[in-house]
């Protein structure tokens, strides 16, 4: 199943994937922290350290922390945030 919806692309999220190698997704409100790590490590073949998870207006958000081995800012730029 898919729970990944879509980036979330703000000057927060811009930040922080920039400064701590984090991008932050919309994801499903059914998703959890495994799913999203594995789907985010099979779409985008990066290493995912960390999942954080919170609830919003707009849905579920997931925080996701990559390993220093790869760049938030290329995946980003995969996706088409940059």
Same mark, same amino acid.
């Not at 409100?29 to 099979?42: L, P, Y």
């Not at 073949?45 to 081995?69: E, F, H, P, R, S």
């Not at 800012?73 to 996706?79: A, F, H």
């Given at each position: 199943m898919d729970y990944i919806i879509s980036p979330i692309v703000t000057e927060k999220t811009t930040l922080m994937m920039e400064k !701590?190698?984090?991008?932050?997704f919309l994801v499903n409100r059914k998703a959890t922290k495994e799913a999203i790590k594995n789907e985010v490590e099979a779409r985008f073949n990066v290493k995912v350290t960390k999942v954080n998870m919170m609830i919003a207006k707009n849905g579920k958000k997931?925080?996701?922390?990559?390993?220093?081995?790869?760049?938030? !800012? !290329?995946?980003?730029?995969?996706?088409?945030?940059f």
């Amino acid at each position: 199943m898919d729970y990944i919806i879509s980036p979330i692309v703000t000057e927060k999220t811009t930040l922080m994937m920039e400064k !701590e190698n984090k991008i932050t997704f919309l994801v499903n409100r059914k998703a959890t922290k495994e799913a999203i790590k594995n789907e985010v490590e099979a779409r985008f073949n990066v290493k995912v350290t960390k999942v954080n998870m919170m609830i919003a207006k707009n849905g579920k958000k997931a925080i996701v922390t990559l390993a220093k081995d790869f760049s938030a !800012e !290329e995946v980003g730029g995969r996706m088409g945030i940059f």
